[in-house]
């Protein structure tokens, strides 16, 4: 059998196609499909705007420049994410504050962050970005009344999560990155995601301001719009009026993104049967499954499970050919934020929950053949 991994990208002819046919198109970068990619990705998602750019991380970084983070500004986020959610607070000099986890959910306590919110001076803190963790949609909802007693903004790491949702208070269907709670939204299309463009990413948000700010800053500051310009010298004539980046996607990693979407529901649903699989298969064992709730839709991202023996349940998974993996390490145990003065034991509930999870293999194209083979090695 060949080598299982835990995630991967479901690449047919129609995505090959479509690549080619941009590839020898007039634009390979900043061409049409990249307005259409992005007009698509809002309307899947709900939201009114948004704006493709050169991988998630990018994103990150965008998201929290729009928002004004600056030397010294503090900055809440969860230990248990990848590093980058994090980092974007480091590249605009900003503090990362890490806050503990959910033993359920494994998402960012909002309990906790009320707790270090009401024990700290007013002002302390500039925003929180909570982290749809695996494809369980944070409650945003509950998220957005606390930032507004505090006065914060809401990034929200959804990279996990396109297509997830949850119902708010009036049982109303809330995807995740839909602008309604947080300011800003941000996803990955990184070949383990669920939409591929190679590297890739996307910012949304229902406002026009911040709309305005992260396409001027996706493009090294630089505007073209009559209506901004300073002054005009002619059709010729661009202002770049502050420090921007170059963080496009190509228009064919677009029309990449444009037919992956198009799949992205027939995905999701086959990461539900999968998800649905496995907790029969191992309902009545010592192994713990992700939590299920009827509030939610989960995307499955990652299908983590915890074991009471982790490293040899790897171990044995791997002598097999399963490449599960671990997501993940705590951000707040990795040097340079130790360095920083974060120390292991912090956050005890993100501790125990590194010492017990692993992910298994979870995407489309896994079929039932090597799903059962799993099973078995797992139940081993
Ligand atoms: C993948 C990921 C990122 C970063 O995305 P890249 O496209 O790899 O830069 C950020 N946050 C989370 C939670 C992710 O899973």
């Known amino acids: 059998m060949k080598p299982i991994p835990y995630g991967r990208q479901d690449i047919d002819q129609i995505d090959i196609d479509a690549v080619i046919e941009t590839l020898t198109s007039d634009f390979l970068t900043q061409g049409p499909k990249i307005e259409e990619f992005e007009k698509k990705f809002a309307s899947y998602i709900g939201v009114n705007y948004a704006v493709a750019v050169s991988n998630g991380t990018a994103a990150l970084h965008l998201a929290a420049l729009a928002l004004g983070v600056k030397e010294g500004d503090k900055v809440i986020t969860s230990p248990i994410t990848f590093a980058a959610s994090a980092n974007c607070i480091r590249y605009c000099g900003g503090e990362v504050v890490f806050s503990d986890i959910d033993p ?13 919110l009401e024990s700290s001076p007013k002002g302390t803190f500039k925003g929180i970005i909570p982290v749809d963790f695996a494809g369980y949609p944070v409650n945003l909802e509950a998220f957005r009344a606390l930032a507004d007693e505090f006065g914060l903004w809401i990034i929200e790491d959804a990279c996990h999560a396109p297509g997830a949702y949850f119902r708010d208070s009036n049982s109303q269907v809330q995807m995740s990155g ?9 996803f990955s299309f990184h070949p383990v995601k ?3 463009t190679g590297e890739g990413g996307m910012i949304t948000t229902n406002s026009k301001e911040l709309y305005d700010k992260l396409m001027i ?5 630089i505007t073209k719009n009559p209506d901004l ?3 005009n010298d002619g059709g010729w004539y661009y202002e770049m009026q502050q420090l921007g980046y170059n963080y ?16 992205a529901d027939k995905g999701l649903k086959r990461r539900q049967e999968i998800a649905k699989r496995y907790d029969e298969a191992f309902a009545n064992t010592h192994i713990v499954t992700p939590l299920v709730s009827e509030d939610v839709y989960h995307a ?12 040899n349940l790897y171990n044995h998974l791997r002598a097999n050919h399963i490449y599960a993996q671990v997501h993940y390490v705590p951000v707040h145990t990795m040097p340079y934020y130790q360095s920083l003065g974060w120390n292991q034991g912090d956050f005890p509930i993100a501790e125990k929950y590194y ?26």
Do not use: W
């Not at 960012?108 to 270090?116: G, P």
């Open 104 to 116: 359920k959910t494994f998402l960012l306590d909002i309990d906790k962050v009320r707790k270090l």
């Open 178 to 186: 839909n602008g309604k709670f947080a300011d800003l939204a941000i």
């Open 194 to 196: 669920h939409i591929a």
């Open 217 to 221: 800053l996706r493009t090294h500051g």
């Open 229 to 231: 310009l300073q002054k």
């Open 248 to 263: 496009r996607i190509t228009d064919f990693q677009a029309a990449l993104g444009l037919t992956q979407l198009q799949k």
């Open 300 to 311: 499955f991202h990652l299908y983590v499970i915890q074991h009471p023996n982790r490293l």
């Open 355 to 380: 010492a017990h999870c692993l992910s298994l293999p979870m995407y489309p194209t896994l079929t039932s053949e090597e799903q059962e083979y799993v099973i078995q090695k797992v139940l081993e």
